[in-house]
């Protein structure tokens, strides 16, 4: 019995932690965006707009 719970709990783990680096991938892109319009204008508001619209882009190009 225990060893089925713990193959399943590895199994969830093992999904979330690919889930989680996939979405990492994808968010590399908006956070070179974000330091690069941080570097331009040292103001964080426009960072973190700028963070937030690539960020959301490239989440929707990969649905």
């Known amino acids: ?11 969830i783990i093992g999904i ?10 994808v968010l590399i892109p908006a956070a070179i965006v974000a330091f690069v319009v941080w570097f331009l204008t040292g103001n964080l508001w426009w960072t973190g707009i700028a963070f937030l619209v690539i960020a959301a882009l490239s989440i929707l190009k990969k649905l």
Not at 1 to 11: A, H, N
Not at 16 to 25: A, T, Y
Request: hydrophobic share 75%.
């Open 1 to 11: 019995m225990y060893d089925i719970v713990g193959i399943i709990g590895l199994i």
């Open 16 to 25: 979330i932690i690919i889930l989680v680096i996939r979405l990492l991938l």
